[in-house]
């Protein structure tokens, strides 16, 4: 069964602050990963698609590393600024089209 | 392109009271989900479609929870009686192919 771990579960960085965060899955047969950004009250904002067979995307100052062999991905943010402040979910897309998503990584930028 | 429509945007019912939600997914995605968001939590699939037919229903209450999508579109689900524990936001979301997944705004339940 498709485990989705993200860590950390909430952090707190200065403004102009590059970061990272991570997301981790327990079976390598994945279809894609998808990173998300999600406002309070807000749906799901869809960040960057990597296919399976893809290493990075990138958009703006995001960029999204996918290592399939070891079930890790992680979205790098550049530059953070204070409405970057958002929760942040990754999701694995199985064969069958299952999207599971982890819990979140809640991200707040200080002026 | 219009987006994943969802309504109602906010509902409060009793408990043991029965609730409908809507989604009209993008035009031409085959594929349309449910999910359950729990505050504080991530996402949980209750029911995956391809076309009209069922994918994956593993984690829907099948005692309360019933979901539909005719012809293929617009699915409708429902909750029946509701608990307390019900109270979540409900988010649709569709895809095509082997594209990525399109979120709606959800649906914010209170279950008093």
């Known amino acids: 069964k498709q485990e989705v771990t993200q860590i950390p579960a909430a952090l707190s960085v200065p403004e102009g602050e590059n970061l990272v965060l991570n997301c981790s899955f327990t079976d390598s047969a994945i279809y894609n990963l998808q990173w998300f950004r999600q406002d309070p009250g807000k749906g799901l904002t869809s960040l960057l698609l990597?296919?399976?067979?893809?290493r990075e995307q990138t958009s703006g100052r995001l960029n999204a590393s996918l290592d399939k062999s070891s079930g890790r991905s992680t979205l790098y943010i550049a530059a953070s600024q204070p409405g970057d402040s958002a929760t942040y979910l990754c999701a694995v897309r199985e064969n069958t089209g299952k999207l599971i998503f982890g819990q979140g990584t809640t991200l707040q930028v200080k002026p | 392109e219009a987006g994943v429509a969802q309504s109602p945007r906010y509902k409060i019912i009793e408990k043991r009271q029965s609730v409908a939600f809507w989604c009209n997914p993008i035009s031409g995605h085959a594929t349309l989900y449910w999910y359950q968001q729990i505050l504080g939590q991530g996402p949980k699939l209750l029911i995956q479609f391809q076309n009209n037919g069922v994918v994956d229903d593993s984690q829907l209450p099948k005692d309360r929870f019933s979901a539909e999508r005719l012809k293929g579109v617009d699915s409708t689900l429902k909750i029946q009686p509701a608990k307390l524990e019900d109270s979540a936001v409900y988010l649709c979301?569709?895809?095509?192919?082997?594209?990525?997944?399109?979120f709606g705004q959800g649906t914010r339940l209170t279950v008093v």
């Open positions: 979301a569709s895809s095509r192919g082997g594209g990525g997944a399109f």
């Open positions: 990597i296919q399976s067979s893809q």
